[in-house]
């Protein structure tokens, strides 16, 4: 097993199939050159990547890690304010128009009339959640139960990605919370964190673990 920290935000793991491999940690600092950022202002702390709200959406992508198959783990937080909080990870990345992501809605978590709302899947550019709404009601987005407190605090997330199914798990819950199959053909790409229209957004304890290859 190989791990790569590259600065205390992010660590990847590579699974080689080996239960003995040697472990190694590396740490860097919060390198700007490390990312691309699209149509938002990114702000690098300690622990916190920040992106701000603006119109439209936003991506910020990890240049140098191409993403199969495994797992995606991190901390995300957005806003308790209906309609300006979309909140998400990219996978599968081509380039800021053409990507798979899983986001979420905070505003909708103890929203009787909307939780059904909660999580979402897209696959951009050709089905964003309005055409998956209206082509396939309830089978791309979800409830989130238990509901994360407080609904615009921290909340961990796992991704699994076996191409074609993803697999979404909140807050350390045994049954997915979303369970889909990619629309997407593609099988691999970069990672990002994805914000959507008038939307701000908090990550961080990003970790990947790629399946063995």
Known sequence: MKTTQLFPLICIVICCGHAQAQKENLVAGADPDDWTVFNRKVTFKKETIHLNAKASDGLLILNDVDFKNGTIELDIKGKNTPGRSFVGMAFHVLDNSTFDAVYFRPFNFRNPQRNSHSI?????????????????????????????????????????????????????????????????????????????????????????THAGQ
Request: hydrophobic share 35%.
């Open 120 to 208: 979402q899947y897209i696959s951009m550019p050709d089905n964003d959640w309005s055409i998956l709404r209206k082509s396939f009601p309830g089978k791309y987005e979800h409830t989130i139960d238990p509901v994360p407190e407080p609904v615009d605090g921290w909340f961990h997330v796992r991704i699994e990605v076996e191409h074609p199914e993803v697999k979404v798990f909140v807050n350390g819950a045994e049954k997915p919370t979303l369970q889909v199959e990619q629309i997407s053909e593609r099988k691999h790409g970069k990672l990002g964190f994805w914000v959507g229209n008038g939307s701000e957004g908090w990550f961080r304890d990003l970790k990947i």
